[in-house]
């Protein structure tokens, strides 16, 4: 990574998982990434002319959905982009993720948040993943997320910045331009753009207040496991309400079925005597469930106690045949 790459990702079956970005120090400094260094979960360093950023995640049970890991890589390089554009959303998931397993002190107050962590790019959900954030842990931390995501800055308002650059800078921005530096010198400008926009907002009084109150790492522990009990609680009143809701059309379709049957109870009978006789499993099966009827049937005509002497006096005629028995007392019919 210090000499030849500027990504590098590792995955094992044993549950560790590395994901490794290197960056040219000019448009990216050691400075930027610090605030949300967390344990070994993101540790950022530098070389003498690249800053190196390291993800880690580590399973104790080993990686159950272990993957080869063919082209998780690609899907993850655009975040090396992001991050010369000014977008540190991964770096704010790397502190979290050090968060999360206990890495960084409860008492500490989160590093800025950035804008757009509600919304996060597909390459942003794959790191996610990698990392093994909690949702819950992601969404809570969300909440203090600006709207939209850091975007470049208006053509004029670049164009008038440049216009505003001394001769001598212009001209070592071309050279290097004209030497290769395409890349790492667009991001590098970029940010020296951001940080005079900034200087001037503090200079017309319109900077974030210093000091402004942060969440704690324990703030958004504790908010995380607020958030999932009432997750729970509000699955626990959908699954009831939906548990009332089949219940109450079953018993509608069991009214509906008892009332076709009203009035054909000795038909009833006679076609449990029928399937007995037969002494085949599934015949018994189709006499218990025509037993079932006749006793709900008794229930609502008041007609209970004779059907339940019935059921009892059948009982006692076809006790020699225990495949019956076990399937009457299985539904808890009379004994």
């Avoid at 970005?21 to 000019?26: D, N, V």
């Avoid at 390089?77 to 790397?94: F, H, K, N, T, V």
């Avoid at 076709?260 to 015949?283: C, D, F, S």
Wanted: aromatic share 4%; proline share 5%; hydrophobic share 40%.
């Amino acid at each position: 990574m210090d000499q030849y790459f500027d990504a590098h990702l590792y995955v094992a079956n044993w549950g560790t998982r590395r994901l490794l970005l290197r960056l040219p120090a000019r448009a990216f400094p050691l400075a930027s990434a610090k605030p949300y260094a967390a344990g070994h979960r993101l540790r950022a360093r530098a070389t003498k002319e690249h800053v190196v950023l390291d993800f880690h995640s580590d399973s104790e049970d080993g990686d159950e959905d272990f993957e080869e890991g063919e082209g998780l890589l690609a899907a993850l390089i655009p975040l090396r982009s992001d991050l010369l554009a000014g977008d540190l959303r991964c770096l704010y998931l790397g502190w979290l993720a050090g968060v999360q397993n206990g890495e960084v002190d409860h008492r500490r107050a989160e590093p800025p948040v950035p804008p757009g962590l509600r919304q996060p790019s597909a390459p942003l959900q794959g790191l996610i993943d990698l990392l093994r954030l909690d949702p819950d842990l992601v969404e809570v931390a969300a909440a203090a997320s600006e709207e939209g995501v850091l975007g470049g800055p208006a053509a004029e308002e670049l164009a008038a910045w440049v216009a505003g650059l001394a001769r001598e800078e212009t001209d070592r921005v071309l050279l290097r331009l004209m030497q290769g530096e395409g890349v790492s010198l667009g991001g590098e400008l970029l940010r020296h753009f951001r940080e005079d926009q900034a200087r001037r907002q503090v200079r017309a009084g319109r900077a974030p207040l210093a000091g402004e109150a942060r969440r704690t790492a324990g703030d958004l522990t504790g908010a995380r496991g607020r958030l999932a009990e009432e997750k729970r609680r509000r699955a626990a009143e959908r699954a009831a309400k939906e548990q009332a809701r089949r219940a109450r059309e079953q018993a509608a379709a069991r009214a509906r079925h008892l009332d076709a049957l009203a009035g054909r109870e000795e038909a009833l009978w006679r076609q449990v005597e029928t399937a007995i006789q037969t002494r085949q499993p599934k015949e018994y099966d189709h006499a218990v469930e025509l037993l079932q009827d006749l006793r709900d049937l008794g229930g609502r005509a008041g007609t209970a106690d004779a059907v339940t002497a019935r059921i009892r006096e059948l009982r006692q005629q076809h006790r020699s045949k225990p495949t019956l028995m076990q399937r009457l007392d299985r539904t808890g019919l009379p004994k």
